[in-house]
C-alpha cells in the first residue's frame, strides 16, 4: 500500500453505543468540500464519534488548508495519489476497531432534509441481509434523467422499521450508511470498482441494498460536483 502522511486525531468520545465513523474523501475541490461538510454538519443527526478526511489531492496547499480547517477530523494526507478505489482502501483502513457503523461521504453532496442515523442504523440492524442504506440524490446521467428518477422498476418499498426502499441493482458510493464488517474484504482495486465490488455483494442471493425514505421522496442529497478529480476506479 501507499504511503501516507496522517496528521490530526481523533474527535469525539469513544464508546458512544452505537458507534459511527464519517468517512470524508476528497481530491482537491475546496469549494464542493466547504458546502459539503457545512451540510452535514447540520442535517447529520446522530451518533457520529470520529471523523477521518481522506485527502487524494497530493497539494501541500490544499494539505494545509484541510489541516487548519477541519481540525475536528482524522486527516490522512495520501504521500501518492491513489484515485478513488485506492482512497477508499485508505479510508477503510483508518476506521477504528470498536466503530461498527460507517457514514460514506464524498466531498461534492450536499443535504436536502434531516437524516436520522439512528433510525438507520435501527433499519439495518433489523435484517443482515440489507447491507446498505443510501440516501437519494437527483437524476445525474442522460438515462436517469430520461426516467426522472435514479429508481428503477421493480424497486420494493418497506415500511418496517422505517420507510426504506430495497433493491438489488447496485451498490453505491454516494451517501450512505453501512456496517463495518463489509470493509473486511477491502475495496476492489481496479477500474469499474463500484461495480466489482457490486457483484461481489450479490453473489449472496439474499443480499439487498437500500435507499433511505420513500419511493416517491424527492432528493435527500444533492450532488453539486461536475467532476470526479483524481477519481480513476470508479
Not at 443482515?128 to 435514479?150: F, H, M, T
Not at 419511493?215 to 450532488?223: A, I, K, S
Request: hydrophobic content about 40%; aromatic content about 12%.
Amino acid at each position: 500500500p501507499a504511503r501516507a502522511a496522517v496528521a490530526g486525531g481523533a474527535s469525539g468520545a469513544v464508546g458512544v453505543a452505537p458507534l459511527i465513523a464519517l468517512v470524508v474523501f476528497t481530491h482537491g475541490r475546496r469549494e464542493c468540500l466547504r458546502r459539503t461538510i457545512e451540510s452535514a454538519r447540520f442535517m447529520l443527526d446522530g451518533p457520529i464519534a470520529y471523523r477521518i478526511m481522506v485527502d487524494d489531492s497530493c497539494d501541500p496547499t490544499f494539505a494545509a488548508h484541510l489541516d487548519a480547517t477541519y481540525p475536528e477530523f482524522h486527516r490522512i494526507h495520501n504521500a501518492r495519489r491513489e484515485g478513488f478505489a485506492g482512497a477508499i482502501r485508505v479510508g477503510w483502513a483508518a476506521i477504528p476497531e470498536p466503530f461498527e457503523w460507517v457514514f460514506h461521504l464524498e466531498d461534492d453532496f450536499t443535504f436536502e432534509r434531516r437524516v436520522d442515523l439512528a433510525a438507520m442504523i435501527e433499519t439495518l440492524a433489523a435484517d443482515p441481509k440489507l447491507v446498505q442504506l443510501a440516501l437519494k440524490r437527483q437524476p445525474w446521467n442522460e438515462r436517469e434523467k430520461d426516467r426522472g428518477s435514479i429508481y428503477l422498476p421493480g424497486f420494493e418499498q418497506h415500511e418496517a422499521p422505517h420507510p426504506h426502499v430495497r433493491h438489488r441493482s447496485w451498490w453505491t458510493t454516494n451517501p450512505s450508511l453501512y456496517h463495518r464488517r463489509l470493509t473486511a474484504g477491502g475495496w476492489p482495486q481496479v477500474d469499474r470498482s463500484e461495480g466489482v465490488f457490486t457483484h461481489r455483494l450479490l453473489a449472496d442471493v439474499d443480499v439487498r441494498f437500500g435507499y433511505w425514505g420513500r419511493l416517491d421522496d424527492g432528493p435527500w442529497v444533492t450532488h453539486i460536483g461536475d467532476d470526479r478529480a483524481g477519481g480513476k476506479g470508479y
